[in-house]
């Protein structure tokens, strides 16, 4: 399988529309919009709705707490988006009980043309929904939060600053955390004395094997402390060891 870069079209499916913004009007996903390296489908599934109050939801059978949205407008909402974004576009549901986000999966997704996103709100979705229309569910931690908006923008946010030509410098997105299944390596800027402590000299150096032979090092020194699920020490290369061994030393 290809790891070519194919996706250029997003499809954005919740309730409060709006929160989108955060992607389309801001910072690096934005200036892509604006520039047209990536679209952005927003659909409300409340457009779908049968009666005045525009309701896309209703009480859970069963009996319990909260409201569930229902099939038929959930699948109408995706019927729409496809319409916009094609029959293959992907449908993502985030959900607490879905597959966690990691880089290797990201890749994954970014071999696709299109993704449709559809956050859910208040006890989540008729499973006749999800089994139905829904291709992956995803999410991006254990924890629980108010809707699905939040997390499908952070996937999204995190795909599209993967897109060619989105990031001024392409060696951004390589060199970011967990590209590579290690942490990033520390990073300092001017002035090179702050409150008594230095830049480390190598960064001043103007060695640039040095210094790249430094931030793989911290690399790997950060991962093992901080996300040592990440990477077991055995699981080290000879190379690896004698990296962190050298640098432990000076």
Known sequence: MTNEIMLSKLGFISIFPEMVSAITDWGVTGRAVRDGRCSIEVIDPREFATDKHGTVDDRPYGGGPGMVMTAPIMTAAVESAKNLLGDRAPVIAMSPQGQVVDERLLTTLLQQDSLIFVAGRYEG??????????????????????????????????????????????????????????????????????????????????????????????????????????????????????????????
């Not at 829904?134 to 946010?157: H, K, N, Q, R, T």
Request: a negative charge.
């Open 125 to 250: 979705f008729d499973e006749r929904f999800v089994s139905r229309s829904v291709d992956i569910e995803l999410s991006v931690g254990d924890i629980v939060v108010s809707g699905g908006e939040i997390p499908a923008m952070l996937v999204m946010d995190s795909l599209i600053r993967r897109i060619p030509g989105v990031l001024g410098d392409e060696l951004s997105a390589e060199q970011d955390s967990f590209v590579d299944g290690l942490l990033d390596c520390p990073h300092y800027t001017r002035p090179e004395i702050f409150e008594g402590e230095a830049v480390p000299s190598v960064l001043l150096s103007g060695d640039h094997a040095r210094i790249a032979d430094w931030r793989a090092a911290q690399s790997l020194k950060r991962t093992l402390e901080r996300r040592p699920d990440l990477i077991s020490e055995f699981d080290l290369s000879d190379e690896q060891r004698s990296l962190l061994a050298r640098w432990e030393m000076q």
